[in-house]
């Protein structure tokens, strides 16, 4: 119950033993479909550019960014966390000049200073992280976010990987132009192959580029060969991850996108209500509190680290610290996928209990 992996279902562990086959191969073309299929229901959109990036979290998310930025651009990323950080350090990479948009560690943006820094600075493109899990904070209001950037004809990418498949996201709905989340959260799936989805209109800046993204890997041009209708090599996919993402996506349609909004919901409301009735308090205001990753309080007096030793010595049980500005404030307490079930919460209750006696 940390931040991620979360753990993996039985059924997602078990499609991992299937004996590979090539990455040409029909069957495989075949399973290629599916996952990309899934993952636009998974993700709420009809992009058609929806595809499992080879990787972890941070390849899809170099992949929104670094083909998506081009030299000279300007990138509006905030500040409210370690994964804007990130994405800041990536944006400079890809030859984008960064300018922020401020909220304090453990707030939301802000839309009236996302409004005030369009005005001052007209970026091109504009980031910002859905799902905290530095923080535990929600960004609430998206659709109010894409709509200033859309206002001054910027793009918006959303870090994705803490809410895919665990709270609410409407892709299009909302107005997001590119997404990217990683499968080890709430879709509880191994690292190695992460979502990525670009609509059209981000897709045209991308394939009219003057100058090359600097990776040859992540260049969404040349993947456009494989994962698009021609799929012709490009590079050798991680065929077990990709076997692993299509039951894991399969689980979230089986079990419905929304239902499994409500079951985080109701399982992390359960965690949260637990935490309040011990006297401890949750970081982030009900507003944007974030069922995914619940960002508990360390009580006056308790050695945080201390706490945490206990609960895995004594209950094999992960949980995190926090990082940055909220290292040593708070417990971080993952409440992901499979992993969101309420035997774990009445197993953590007891676990973090004994660690605070
Ligand atoms: N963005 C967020 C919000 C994350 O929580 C993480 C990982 O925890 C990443 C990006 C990077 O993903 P990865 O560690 O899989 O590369």
Known sequence: MGPGPSDVHPRVLRAM???????????????????QELMRYTFRTDNQWTIP??????????AAIGNLVEPGDTVLVPTNGYFGGRMESMAERAGGSVV????????????????DAFDEHQPDVFGFVHAETSTGVKQPNVPELTS??????????????TSLGGVELEVDDWGIDVAYSGPQKCLSCPPGASPLTLNDRAMDKVLSREEAPRSWYLDLSLLEGYWGDDRSYHHTAPITN???????????AEEGIEDRWERHRRVAGALKAGVEAMGLGLNPEDDYWLPSLNAVLVPDGVDAGA?????????DLEIAGGLGALAGDIFRIGCMGYSA????????????GEALE
Request: aromatic share 8%; with cysteine.
């Open 17 to 35: 033993s299937t004996p590979l086959v090539g990455h040409l191969d029909p069957s495989f073309i075949e399973i290629m479909d599916d996952v």
């Open 53 to 62: 990036v080879s990787g972890t979290g941070s390849a899809s998310m170099e």
């Open 100 to 115: 922020h948009v401020d909220a304090p560690w453990g707030k939301p943006l802000d839309p009236a200073d996302v409004q």
């Open 148 to 161: 200033i950037a859309h206002d001054h004809d910027a793009y918006v990418v959303a870090d994705c990987v």
């Open 242 to 252: 990709v076997y692993a993402i299509r039951e894991a996506l399969r689980l979230v």
């Open 307 to 315: 706490a945490i030793d206990y609960v895995l010595d004594h209950y």
């Open 341 to 352: 079930q309420s035997e774990n919460v009445a197993f953590l209750m007891t676990a973090l």
